[in-house]
Nanobody
Framework: QLQLVESGGGSVQAGGSLRLSCVASASRLRMGWFRQSPGREREAVAGVYSRDTTYYTDSVMGRFTISRDDAGLTVYLQMNSLKPEDTAMYYC?????????????????????WGHGTQVTVSA
């Protein structure tokens, strides 16, 4: 089973920045960052396919940037201009090795491998 380890969460004030990292035990073409807050469904925040095809949910467009290193084992989420509504547990997810066709926004149930999550808290 693929291992995913997230880091970089924390508490910041509105307008601040955080950089999340996700280290994978093996490379997958499709990697995503999801978030979930209490009482809400897990939603896709940003995704990367292969090296440089990226996707973002509308609420983070222009503020968040997803990227991956040359080896494809580490995926980053740079989060700028954070807002209180960004507060959530953030999860890294890896797509299946069979690389099925998937349209954005990605759905959590289509991802077989997950990290344990890292908490992001943004205060007003």
């Amino acid at each position: 089973q693929l291992q995913l380890v997230e880091s970089g969460g924390g508490s910041v004030q509105a307008g601040g920045s955080l950089r999340l990292s996700c280290v994978a035990s093996a490379s997958r073409l499709r990697m995503g960052w999801f978030r979930q807050s209490p009482g809400r469904e897990r939603e896709a925040v940003a995704g990367v396919y292969s090296r440089d095809t990226t996707y973002y949910t509308d609420s983070v467009m222009g503020r968040f940037t997803i990227s991956r290193d040359d080896a494809g084992l580490t995926v980053y989420l740079q989060m700028n201009s954070l807002k209180p509504e960004d507060t959530a547990m953030y999860y890294c997810a890896a797509g299946a090795t069979g690389n099925p066709t998937m349209s954005w926004p990605w759905q959590a149930q289509d991802f077989p491998d997950w990290g344990h999550g890292t908490q992001v808290t943004v205060s007003a």
